[in-house]
């Protein structure tokens, strides 16, 4: 139950970062900030399950070993020169489509590994700033910035379409591809402690209620 009542949410918003904007083939590859986030997760899952290969970004070196150990392709760790160092990793590669979830300057160094016209989809933002993408990349390149919201998206999805999205996110937590942690749940009664403990960082999962 606790794996099924997050469906809706980063589950449904990562499955559509990789199907609604760029028609993904196997062997092409998905850079993504905000890697060990829950959406990064099922991001790097659902790639994986598809075919299509995984460069994250994380803050961390403890993180990268946690990514790495959960099956992505690359992981590189923030920090200086980290545009030269993602070209690098990806060796001859080039960037299909880069996921943001952090607003920050990562979303530029992401998008330079970008083929031409390649897509940044912004989905969240942890800088509360909007995605960060080169003048150069968005002239020269023409790479494109997209938003993705889910109360946006769901009352203009095609008909039946948002009950088939949500089916096919269902269907990979049922069978045990997406698997999203949960640190702690509270009665809804409890739901200020349950705020609080969802504010706090460094948390290992997500916060829910179990009525």
Known sequence: ???VEQVGVN?????LALTK????????WVGQNLGNS??????IALAKRAGVKTLSVVRREEAAEQLR???A???VVDGNDLAERIKAALGQQQLKLVLDGTGDATTGALAQALEFEGTVV????VTGQPARVGLADTIYRQVAVRGLWIPNWLPNAPAGGDREHLRRAGRTVADGTLQGRVEATYPVAEYRKALDHARQPGRSGKILFRP
């Open 122 to 125: 912004s989905y969240s933002s």
């Open 21 to 28: 904007y760029v028609d993904l083939k196997p062997g092409d």
């Open 1 to 3: 139950m606790e794996q």
């Open 73 to 75: 392709d690359l992981v």
């Open 38 to 43: 829950a959406v990064g997760q099922y991001v």
């Open 69 to 71: 150990a959960a099956g």
């Open 11 to 15: 589950p449904l918003t990562a499955h």
